[in-house]
């Protein structure tokens, strides 16, 4: 069973918009981490953010900040002032025993 | 530190050989992970080692693959014999612990004609 939904398999956005990517997810434990990862077409795969489950303050690193709200089981990511770098297959995840589990990614294109 | 690093990037191989991946971890992280990705499947979690010592095999598709971890700085990933299904990327990835953030390697793209 899915675990990790990430609702929009494609995005697209202007240069220097903000766009924000959805992510739902579902676990019975209180304490747990949460991640963004990033893959460009190097296919190299980037940790963008994480976010611990037990932190109310919702993340940020640089132009990437995450809306975590704990009790919807929701973790979105928004990237302000989108640049070309940004182009990529972006993957939501969070820790569950002593893995990781994977949404199916949502890919983000930047229109110049 | 270089980061997790694997070995072949590329490998082309014909249906029936025997694979090999390698991977070697970032010094000091205990937990390794073997995934695999394809456009039709995403990201699959094969395998995960603890302290070299394998945890969950569930991910690992049929007993063509396996995996070893010999020692704290190395593990592979086999497959014998080879199938054309079985072309995708597989990464490694290394944490400190199994609920931390996982570093991956480059990849190793695997194509079985």
């Known amino acids: 069973a899915q675990t990790v939904t990430q609702s929009q398999p494609e995005m697209s956005v202007q240069e220097a918009e903000t766009v924000t990517l959805s992510c739902t997810y579902d676990?019975?434990?209180?304490?747990?981490?949460l991640f963004w990862y990033k893959q460009p077409p190097s296919r190299q795969m980037i940790l963008v953010i994480r976010?611990?489950?037990?932190?109310?303050q919702n993340a940020t690193e640089n132009r990437f900040s995450v809306n975590f709200q704990k009790a919807a089981k929701s973790f979105s990511l928004k990237i302000s002032d989108s640049q070309l770098g940004d182009a990529a297959m972006y993957f939501c995840?969070?820790?569950?025993?002593?893995?990781?589990?994977f949404g199916k990614g949502t890919r983000l294109h930047i229109l110049p | 530190d270089a980061g997790v690093i694997q070995s072949p990037r590329h490998e082309v191989t014909e249906m029936g050989q025997e694979v090999t991946l390698r991977c070697k971890p970032i010094?000091?992280?205990?937990?390794l992970f073997w995934y695999r990705q394809t456009m039709m499947r995403g990201l699959e979690l094969l395998i995960y080692?603890?302290?070299?010592?394998?945890?969950?095999d569930s991910g690992m598709p049929e007993d063509r693959f396996s995996a070893k971890m010999p020692n704290a700085s190395f593990s592979t990933l086999k497959i014998q014999p080879s199938e054309p299904r079985d072309s995708a990327v597989y990464f490694c990835?290394?944490?400190?612990?199994?609920?931390?953030?996982?570093?991956f390697g480059p990849g190793t793209r695997l194509t079985v004609l």
């Open positions: 990835a290394s944490s400190l612990t199994g609920t931390d953030t996982q570093y």
């Open positions: 676990t019975s434990e209180s304490d747990y981490y």
């Open positions: 976010q611990e489950a037990y932190k109310q």
């Open positions: 995840a969070y820790t569950r025993d002593d893995k990781i589990i």
């Open positions: 010094s000091g992280h205990n937990s």
């Open positions: 080692f603890n302290n070299n010592v394998p945890i969950d």
